[in-house]
């Protein structure tokens, strides 16, 4: 008999040679795999950016504007939920992580993770992911506490989420002006179309004399 760790718990496997030991161990491994996948093939990934006319998301690990309205409907979008026993994820890459002022860090109410392929430490302030699919198996492990996945930036993250089987929608602000950028959104893909959402505010937003409209997109 041989008693080991699995999945954080004890299994005991009884066995007569190291060959059915083997056996058994790939077919649990197998069996968890199964299990994973189709626990995270449901989970998707909700993408908000506000953009100007050029495309631009970012200048020198900053926003290019300051638009207080623009602003706190992310905060809004990112973090109200139907069931208050849960919270939303706001998956970020680690550069916009190390941009948000650190008053403001941890975005509060939100379960915030962070992608990195460096060994980080953010200790109970966010969860460090080291790929997307990382962080797809570390959120399908809280699935009962998470309601929706928002993934809040940058540049590659969104690309990467845009082209995952996970995609859900795009929740994009048009600025209406253009403003110079060092970070820019990746392509709109051709099969993207614009749909309603009824918690979104309609028609054309303004603010210090700029303009923007909020929209939602989902693939064809
Ligand atoms: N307008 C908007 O809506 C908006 C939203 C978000 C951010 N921004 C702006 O955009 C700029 C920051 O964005 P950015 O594109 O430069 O950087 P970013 O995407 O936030 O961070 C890039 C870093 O994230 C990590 N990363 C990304 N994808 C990963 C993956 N699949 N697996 C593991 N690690 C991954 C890597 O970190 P390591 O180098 O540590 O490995 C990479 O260097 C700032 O100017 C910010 O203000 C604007």
Redo the contacts with the bound molecule.
């Keep these: 008999m041989i008693t080991y760790q699995f999945a954080g718990q004890a299994v005991t496997v009884w066995t007569f040679s190291s060959f059915s030991l083997t056996a058994v161990t790939k077919q649990i491994e197998i069996r968890s795999f199964r299990f994973s996948s189709h626990v995270t093939m449901s989970l998707k990934f909700e993408l908000i ?3 100007s006319e050029n495309m631009g ?3 020198n ?3 290019p504007w300051r638009l207080k309205t623009e602003m706190a409907y992310f905060t809004r979008m990112t973090t109200v939920t139907k069931d208050e026993n849960k919270k939303n994820v706001v998956l ?5 992580w190390d ?1 948000m002022p650190e008053k403001y860090r941890p975005l509060k109410n939100r379960i915030n993770m962070v ?4 060994l980080m430490n953010y200790g109970d302030k966010a969860i460090v992911c ?3 699919s990382n962080a797809l198996e570390i959120i399908a492990g809280m699935q009962n506490k998470v309601e929706r996945i928002w993934v ?6 969104y690309k ?1 989420t845009i082209e995952s089987p996970h995609f859900g929608r795009l929740y994009l602000t048009r600025i209406r002006k253009s403003f110079e950028c060092d ?1 820019f959104f990746p392509p709109i893909p051709n099969n993207f179309v614009l749909v309603q959402d009824p918690v979104v505010p309609q028609g054309i937003q303004e603010e210090k004399g700029i303009e923007f409209v909020y929209e939602v997109y989902k693939k064809k």
């Design positions: 950016a506000a953009v998301i970012g200048i690990g900053d926003l970020m890459g680690r550069r916009t941009c992608l990195t392929s460096q080291s790929s997307i809040i930036g940058g540049s590659k993250v990467e970070t």
